[in-house]
């Protein structure tokens, strides 16, 4: 049989059709089993635990003075002298302005000589009274001699006598009620010496000597603040309030003090909710003896939560949200439910869920609404959170 000479050119091309024919027979192959059917997709699932709650949450706070005080003038004077000054430090009961008013001088000077005239005219009385009871007592005696004393003179005498003994208590009236007239005036005299009432630090001072004062002035003299003891109030938010208990010590820091912690004691609960804020105050007293601490600073103050009973918790990715719904994904017969959930506080890597799920359900680890409600899965176990 003669030999066949075939070209290196046209073998290639024989070869490369060969393989172009096996290609096009193998592809409809390959892409029906892309395209075929494959069973439930696989999600990887963690059960819902359930252990007491026991967080550290970071509040806002403010502390106030103990004790706060405006004094102001409660007569028309002018200042005589102020002895402090903003930053003073006062005493409960040390002078701190005085003022003088030369109309009460005055009024006193009136009032006095009032008195005079009403305790004279008292003693007048008396003694008028002290010698018609003698006339009375000698024309009575006499009378017992028949026919000396005339019987309508005994009665006059008598009567007189009755008379003095009214006199006498009216003019004790009029002399009591001069003497507290003048007693009233001297103690609006007392109101020209403006003292403290309780020991503290001047925070404001407003008037010099020579200004004009009185009650109806709108700005106090002084103001006096108490910031050896502070007021560490705290508005707690409504869903944090429960277990709030008096005598609790907390911790809180300052942003003069950064690298530093301070702790005060739960000394007054408000007992009700602010509507307008949802909060309620509560009151830390903290001891500022060391005057370290200013009234008026900010705090962060570090408030424990505690739940009354063991809560429910998911890991956070479990937790999917959609326009106005929050869910998680449970699995239950190997088909996916949605179940509306609350979240709560978050503890470590898990977060506080409240809804229709109980301890051990299957949930999925990465919440998402791309796993439809209903579909049928295949379960996976993750190691909890």
Known sequence: MPAILVRPRAALSVWSCLALTACRGQ?????????????PPTIEVVRVVEQ????????????????????????SGFVKTIRVDRGSQVRTGESIAVLEAPELVAQRSEAQSKLQ???????????????????YDRLKAAAATPGVVAGNDLVVAQKAVEANQAQIAAAQQTVEAVRQALNSIRDVEGYLRITAPFSGVVTERNVHPGALVGPGTATPIVRIVDSHRLRLVVPVPESYTAGVKAGAVLSFSVAAYPAQTFSGTVSRIAQTIEVGTRTMAVELEVNNAAARLSPGTFCQVRWPVRRTSPSLLVPRGSIASTTGRTFVIRVRGGRTEWVDVKTGLASGTLVEVFGDLRPGDEVASRGTDEIRAGMPVVVKQTKAA
């Open 52 to 75: 007491p709650l026991d967080v550290t949450l970071s509040l806002p706070g403010e502390l106030n003075p103990h004790q706060s005080v405006a004094l102001f003038a409660r007569v």
């Open 27 to 39: 592809a409809p192959a390959q892409t029906a089993a892309q395209q075929a059917p494959g069973g």
């Open 117 to 135: 005239a009403a305790e004279a005219q008292l003693g007048s009385v008396r003694s008028k009274a002290e010698a018609d009871a003698s006339t």
